[in-house]
């Protein structure tokens, strides 16, 4: 099973910037989309932004031009560039690996990581 470790989050003024890592590891043959959702209390987990091991995004219309996805396939990591930090940016923050492994095989396989907390706030 891939394992997926966050770092990065932390406590920040409105206006700020923080970089979110998340770096997989484990017996992975190929990693195809990685992403970020978040989930503040009381609310659903949603997407923030993905990106497949080709370089495509998605990113949710309440972060764009503010957030910046992108990784780094040799390092089976993927970043998340969060400036111009909003009070309702505060969540905790999720990784999310979507592969397959070739041997034994298994396809469509999903991995989340534990969360690491962003709180935007003055």
């Known amino acids: 099973q891939v394992q997926l470790v966050e770092s990065g989050g932390g406590l920040v003024q409105p206006g700020g910037s923080l970089r979110l890592s998340c770096a997989a590891s484990?017996?992975?043959?190929?990693?195809?989309?990685m992403g970020w959702y978040r989930q503040a209390p009381g609310k659903e987990r949603d997407l923030v932004a993905r990106i497949t091991k080709g370089g495509s995004t998605n990113v949710a219309d309440s972060v764009k031009g503010r957030f910046t996805i992108s990784r780094d396939n040799a390092k089976n990591t993927v970043y998340l560039q969060m400036n111009s930090l909003k009070p309702e940016d505060t969540a905790v923050y999720y990784c999310k690996a979507e592969y397959y492994r070739s041997y034994p095989s298994a396809f469509n396989l999903i991995s989340w990581g534990q969360g690491t907390q962003v709180t935007v706030s003055s």
């Open positions: 484990g017996s992975v043959f190929s990693i195809n989309t």
